[in-house]
């Protein structure tokens, strides 16, 4: 709200505004610069620490050409802008912000007519907190990253907004936390890429294509997310491909293509453990499309999945552990009380074994006429099922 007066004043020709760098030029090194307020002409370039404030009050418009903004000194806080107009070429990587340095403060910006966002090349231990980050207003596939770091560490990502990007990309960048964040209409929440022990918590997407990415990337921690409408694109909620030692807990996952999909970790001792989840109204639950298993699926809840868990081959599922789980297919009962189910739960394959081996199958899935073909094998089978899972302790509240 802080910055709807400029909006008129965005209208007026960027020439005619004066130029940002003077001012950034006069400011000594580790002052303070407070512009008055209004609109002035981008690009600029921090070159030395300082701390710069617009109070809400501040825009700078880079007239559609190059990075509005861009800090090349360490020790530098930008707080309170607004930067709009950047360019738009994907070589280039035009962005609102390019962090290329290390200990920067950057907080409460709005950046909007954007290319890409805010991007950090080789710069560590950076602190992005409470911005909001709007793309132009391109096609999914000519959009440029809301966030993206490359080749940088221990970078604290909190409290932002990000809307109407492609994706918030991480390479060949550890040790980074993504935290906090609130991400809609893009086409990959996350895509991690070589980056280990990242910490992806507490954020909330929704309206993508993809959800959270993890590629040869090991030791990845998905904690604590919303993640819903992943439905395009493959529509996968959390993705890890070739990794291995992640953490995937207290996420709900909700209204997606596919919950969660995995292969088998790169080694039998980096297992994924995967609990205290919620996987509901998904097309399918979980996927796993690995010979190996070694997952470990404790205590989540599995609530009105189309299909609840899809295995590429025969064996991948029950090579997993899966214990204390709750199905909301569960057919047994808890004549007991103690909130566990008196026989395992068992997923076994019957006719969904057609559209599992034939992936062309697929379309038919859920269709009438083979979900009656699955009714008549389960009655009378004439093939030996095959078991996908037995969950020795099925949980039957949540």
Known sequence: MRFLWLTALLALPVWAAPAFQPLIDATPSGGTLRPAAGI???????????????????????????????????????????????????????AGLTIESHDNLVEGNVLDEVFFGIHVRGGDRNRIRGNRVAGKALSLGLRGDGLRIWNGRGND????????????TLTNAPDNRVADNRLKDARYAMHIVFSPRTRVEGNHVEQTGTGIVAMYSTDT??????????????????VFKDSGGALVEDNEVVHCAV????????????????????????????????????????????????????????????????????WSDYQGFDRDGDGIGDTPHELWLYADRIWMELPKAKFFANSPSLELLDFLERLAPFSSPTLILRDSLPRMRR
């Open 40 to 94: 002035y002409a981008g690009p600029a370039v921090i070159d030395r620490p300082m701390t710069i404030d617009g109070g809400g009050k501040v825009a700078i418009d880079a007239g559609n050409r190059g990075t509005v903004l861009t800090v090349r000194a360490s020790g530098v806080t930008v707080r309170g802008l607004r930067l709009t107009g950047s360019g738009e070429t994907h070589d280039g990587i035009d």
């Open 259 to 326: 919950g969660l999909m995995a292969d088998a970790p790169v080694n039998a001792e980096l297992t994924h453990v995967i609990r205290n989840n919620r996987f509901a109204h998904n097309i399918t639950g979980m996927s796993f499309y690995g010979e190996k298993g070694g997952h470990r699926i404790l205590d989540n809840d599995f609530d009105n999945n189309l299909t609840q868990v899809f295995v590429s081959a025969p064996g991948v599922g029950e090579a997993n552990v899966w214990r204390g789980n709750r």
């Open 157 to 168: 990502i909190t409290g932002n907004d990000f809307w109407r990007v492609r994706d918030l």
């Open 221 to 238: 921690i998905v904690r604590g997310n919303r993640i819903r409408h992943a439905l395009e694109g493959g529509g996968a909620a959390i």
